[in-house]
C-alpha cells in the first residue's frame, strides 16, 4: 500500500498564493509520476499538474504560469506552489501517485485532499 498525506490547503484572497506538500509512504511499491489534482462540487476532477520521477512537468492550461510543481524523490514528497490564485481555482486538491509494483504492475493512489478556499 502507498499512503499520500496532502498539507498546505486553505482559506486565501484572490491573488493570494498557498504552497501544497504531498507526503508519499510505499512500503514495497515504487513511485514514479506524482501530481495534483482538483475536484470542486458537482465537477469532475481535473489535472492540476504532474511530474516525471526526472523532473518532466505538466500543467493545466488554466493554472499553467501560476503554478510550480517540484518533488523530492528522496523524500518522496511533492510540492505544489500556487500563486495568483482566483475564486475558480477553489476545490478539494488531491495528491497522486503513480506507483509500481515488483511485478511491474501501476497504479494510481490517491490522497485524501485538502481544501482551497479562494474567496474575498
Known amino acids: 500500500q502507498v499512503q499520500l498525506v496532502e498539507s498546505g490547503g486553505g482559506l486565501v484572497q484572490p491573488g493570494g498564493s498557498l504552497r501544497l506538500s504531498c507526503a508519499a509512504s510505499a512500503t514495497i511499491f515504487s513511485i514514479n509520476d506524482m501530481g495534483w489534482y482538483r475536484q470542486a462540487p458537482g465537477k469532475e476532477r481535473e489535472l492540476v499538474a504532474t511530474?516525471?520521477?526526472?523532473?518532466?512537468?505538466n500543467y493545466a492550461d488554466s493554472m499553467k504560469g501560476r503554478i510550480t510543481i517540484s518533488r523530492d524523490n528522496a523524500k518522496n514528497t511533492v510540492y505544489l506552489q500556487m500563486n495568483n490564485l482566483k475564486p475558480e481555482d477553489t476545490a478539494v486538491y488531491y495528491c497522486?501517485?503513480?506507483?509500481?509494483?515488483?511485478?511491474?504492475?501501476?497504479?494510481?493512489?490517491w490522497g485524501q485532499g485538502t481544501q482551497v478556499t479562494v474567496s474575498s
Open positions: 511530474i516525471t520521477r526526472r523532473g518532466t512537468t
Open positions: 497522486n501517485a503513480l506507483t509500481r509494483s515488483p511485478a511491474g504492475a501501476e497504479f494510481n493512489a
